[in-house]
């Protein structure tokens, strides 16, 4: 193997935690349910430089089909849950995947091997592409890294469809809240 300077890492989906939360919109807010999803099947590779962060790049591909209410529903709003959210607006059977690649990766040490890292990518949801930028807080050891972090999106600039369930009784907002604790391991 050609040593090109960086280390190499890849996510341990197991060992990582990726959540979706989705908002209730309108009146019904109030007492509404906003639904919590765990994405359990994703991987993906980060490569940078040690000590420095220089040359760092980004990869993660997500399986729709993995996503999870993490929330407490009875079975018949778990399947109505599920058939809007894979069915109606992510179109799964469609559109199996989302990925996100980085195109610039910068990052401020903020102590010995922990950065404060900004990372501007293209996602890839629901056939359309869009730039979205991560901040993240990444801890460095010699075998594994730690990120985490939240960013935000709007459904309709993927073209998905705002969900409304139970007869359109609920319906939620346009944005959703991502947040991550991913842990990478070391491969060379």
């Given at each position: 193997?050609?040593?090109?300077?960086?280390?190499?890492?890849?996510?341990?989906?197991?060992?990582?935690?990726?959540?979706?939360?989705?908002?209730?919109?309108?009146?019904?807010?109030?007492?509404?349910?906003?639904?919590?999803?765990?994405?359990?099947?994703?991987?993906?590779?980060m490569d940078f430089e040690r000590g420095s962060m220089?040359?760092?790049?980004?990869?993660?591909?997500?399986?729709?089909?993995?996503?999870?209410?993490?929330?407490?529903?009875?079975?018949?709003?778990?399947?109505?849950?599920?058939?809007?959210?894979?069915?109606?607006?992510l179109e799964k059977a469609i559109y199996p995947t989302?990925?996100?690649?980085?195109?610039?990766?910068?990052?401020?040490?903020?102590?010995?091997?922990?950065?404060?890292?900004?990372?501007?990518?293209?996602?890839?949801?629901?056939?359309?592409?869009?730039?979205?930028?991560?901040?993240?807080?990444?801890?460095?050891?010699?075998?594994?890294?730690?990120?985490?972090?939240?960013?935000?999106?709007?459904?309709?600039?993927?073209?998905?469809?705002?969900?409304?369930?139970?007869?359109?009784?609920?319906?939620?907002?346009?944005?959703?809240?991502?947040?991550?604790?991913?842990?990478?391991?070391?491969?060379?």
């Amino acid at each position: 193997m050609v040593d090109d300077g960086l280390a190499h890492f890849s996510i341990d989906a197991r060992a990582s935690l990726f959540t979706v939360q989705a908002f209730a919109a309108g009146m019904i807010a109030v007492i509404a349910h906003s639904p919590k999803f765990a994405i359990r099947d994703f991987d993906g590779e980060m490569d940078f430089e040690r000590g420095s962060m220089q040359r760092a790049t980004v990869h993660v591909a997500i399986r729709l089909g993995s996503l999870e209410i993490m929330d407490e529903v009875s079975n018949p709003e778990r399947r109505e849950i599920n058939r809007v959210m894979f069915d109606e607006v992510l179109e799964k059977a469609i559109y199996p995947t989302v990925e996100y690649n980085s195109s610039r990766v910068t990052a401020t040490k903020t102590v010995e091997n922990v950065f404060r890292v900004n990372v501007n990518g293209n996602l890839t949801l629901h056939g359309i592409t869009r730039g979205v930028s991560l901040e993240s807080q990444v801890v460095t050891g010699e075998d594994s890294l730690r990120a985490q972090g939240s960013f935000s999106l709007m459904q309709s600039e993927f073209g998905l469809k705002i969900a409304s369930i139970a007869g359109g009784s609920l319906k939620l907002r346009d944005e959703l809240k991502f947040s991550y604790f991913v842990l990478g391991r070391r491969h060379d």
